[in-house]
């Protein structure tokens, strides 16, 4: 398994979660990491990730509750998760990209932890 994401669970809204994902160091050290999430329905959007310059990006509806971390010498990227409501209720997706020699860029997927958030 390259990506492994656990943390994932039940929890009541304003509560907390912890995402980790642990990858193979290949793959880590060779890519840019992020977290996605799929809600029932819907598209897998970006919630957090890093950029290739080092800094992090995140969806509009996270900032300010979510942030994402990485361990480099675990080779693990974290999704802290607080303030949590019904709407972040996903699975949520582990996801390292890497370019490859043409420029075209390469997604590795984990297997996805589902967050279900009660109101």
């Known amino acids: 398994v390259q990506l492994q994401a656990s943390g994932g669970g039940l929890v009541q809204a304003g509560g907390s979660l912890r995402l980790s994902c642990a990858a193979s160091?290949?793959?880590?050290?060779?890519?840019?990491m992020g977290w996605y999430r799929q809600a029932p329905g819907k598209q897998r959007e970006l919630v957090a990730a890093?950029?290739?310059?080092?800094?992090?990006n995140y969806a509009d509806s996270v900032k300010g509750r979510f942030t994402i971390s990485r361990d480099n010498a675990k080779n693990t990227v974290y999704l802290q998760m607080n303030t949590l409501t019904p709407e972040d209720t996903a699975v949520y997706y582990c996801?390292?990209?890497?370019?490859?020699?043409?420029?075209?860029?390469?997604?590795?997927w984990g297997q996805g932890t589902e967050v279900t958030v009660s109101s």
């Open positions: 890093f950029t290739n310059r080092g800094t992090t």
């Open positions: 996801n390292a990209r890497k370019i490859l020699t043409d420029l075209r860029p390469y997604d590795y």
């Open positions: 160091g290949s793959i880590f050290s060779r890519s840019t």
